[in-house]
């Protein structure tokens, strides 16, 4: 998997995603797509901090987002499409799988500062984030997550394979976790440690020292 590719996720992540624009439109109670959207936002009073909001009324009454920043991750070229369209469909829900895309990172530069794409980083990294997004949204929409980010058809048949599986390890040691009650951070990684000890994730390009003590 190329997360590079969401790299945007990064900025939603930030106060900039909340800046003084996006609070004046939120305020005004104008409904995104609704008829004369673009009017009634143009005549929402302002203030010497809000008073070039109005220029972008245009990206805010947009129907499928309301809020530019989320526009520009839905068309991000790096998404594929799969992606866009949830992101589209269910963005409140979107911005939790990147969030917990972003701790599956921190969490594997933890264990594998050193780690590269289809190694043991890479597989960790996609059990971690499967075990998360089950943890926070249920196996059947973590599921829909994971199979719209590998689908792309760039992408070499052998790592989507590995990426598949090792989002499936995911998502099957999740419930595991859950029916154990020990459904946590710690755990999670863990057992992802424990997966790549035992050989149960698939890595393409081995080496990498596995970690033998949580940190």
């Not at 609704?34 to 009324?57: L, Y």
């Not at 989320?70 to 991000?76: D, G, N, P, Q």
């Not at 269910?90 to 190694?119: I, S």
């Amino acid at each position: 998997m190329n997360w590079i590719c969401l790299l945007p996720v990064f900025l939603i992540g930030s106060s900039s995603f909340a800046d003084e624009c996006d609070v004046w439109f939120q305020k005004s109670k104008v409904k995104p797509g609704s008829d004369g959207c673009d009017i009634k936002c143009g005549i929402i009073p302002t203030d010497m901090a809000t008073f070039t909001c109005p220029e972008r009324c245009d990206d805010f009454c947009r129907p499928s987002s309301g809020n530019p920043h989320l526009k520009s991750l839905i068309f991000y070229p790096g998404l594929t499409k799969d992606e866009r369209d949830l992101i589209s469909k269910n963005p409140k829900e979107a911005f939790t799988v990147f969030k917990l895309k972003n701790q599956a990172e921190t969490a594997t530069d933890k264990y594998f500062p050193d780690g590269k794409f289809n190694d043991e980083s890479d597989a960790f990294r996609h059990f971690v984030w499967a075990c998360l997004l089950v943890k926070e949204l249920g196996s059947e929409r973590a599921q829909r997550y994971l199979d719209a980010h590998e689908n792309n058809p760039t992408q070499p048949p052998d790592e989507r394979a590995m990426d598949l599986a090792n989002n499936r390890g995911g998502i099957l040691a999740a419930q595991k976790l859950k029916s154990g009650n020990k459904f946590n951070q710690e755990e999670i990684e863990k057992a992802g440690l424990a997966a790549l000890r035992n050989k149960s994730l698939v890595v393409l390009q081995p080496g990498l020292p596995i970690p033998k003590d949580l940190k």
